[in-house]
């Protein structure tokens, strides 16, 4: 069965601090994915890497960082938390492709909220 | 610029069928997607359409004119399960365009 999980579920954190998330599929996807998404705008690219090592920026980048040194985890990082990215962020992977139907397989989702 | 535009909400009663549309604006088309999601879950893959046409998997069928930049979901014989938001998406390159989702609420 296809999995893809995230490290929490809700997370707390205070304005300024370093936010770890983390991401990791067991399908030996090459492409995976960080969203976030928020009421009334959907699922936003933040970014995205299709082999290790590898990283695009997606539509909203700014104020985040990814790292994905092994194919089956892909960790996202705020380096300095703001009020501003309180979100539901999903992470998603996908097989080869250049978005020619490839589905994406998505983790529960981390909410995470900053005070 | 890439946008995708459906409607915020519909609703519909048990049994029923509806139709939720989906128009893109995008560079690069190369599929119109579905994806359901349910309230505090993860969203999961419906469907894919790739040609112009119709693609039905059991209660749910989506629909594709490339021509017209338009597609559909359609939700047959609907159950009170199906009440969720459901996304259309375009991929083009790497990256998957979301809309912004449609609310369907089943009434009894």
């Known amino acids: 069965d296809v999995k893809v999980t995230q490290s929490s579920r809700y997370l707390v954190k205070r304005t300024g601090e370093k936010v770890f998330l983390e991401c990791v599929q067991d399908?030996?996807?090459?492409?995976m994915f960080w969203y976030r998404q928020d009421p009334g705008l959907g699922l936003r690219l933040i970014y995205f890497s299709y082999d290790v090592k590898m990283k695009e920026k997606g539509d909203i980048p700014e104020g985040y960082s990814v790292s994905r040194e092994k194919k089956e985890r892909f960790s996202l990082i705020l380096e300095s938390a703001s009020t501003n990215q309180t979100s539901m962020y999903l992470c998603?992977?996908?097989?080869?492709?250049?978005?020619?139907?490839?589905?994406?397989?998505f983790g529960p989702g981390t909410r995470l909220t900053v005070l | 610029g890439q946008s995708l535009e459906q409607p915020s909400e519909v609703t519909a009663v048990e049994g029923a069928i509806v139709q939720i549309n989906c128009t893109y604006q995008t560079s690069g088309f190369y599929g119109l997607s579905w994806y359901q999601q349910h309230d505090g879950g993860a969203p999961t893959f419906l469907s894919y359409?790739?040609?112009?046409g119709l693609e039905e998997t059991g209660r749910f069928s989506s629909f594709l004119s490339r021509s017209d930049s338009y597609g559909y979901l359609l939700l047959q014989e609907l159950q009170m399960k199906d009440s969720a938001s459901y996304f259309c998406?375009?991929?083009?390159?790497?990256?998957?365009?979301f809309g912004a989702g449609t609310r369907l609420f089943v009434k009894a």
């Open positions: 399908m030996d996807h090459e492409n």
């Open positions: 998603a992977s996908s097989s080869m492709g250049r978005g020619q139907g490839d589905t994406q397989y």
């Open positions: 359409n790739a040609l112009d």
């Open positions: 998406a375009v991929g083009g390159g790497f990256k998957t365009i």
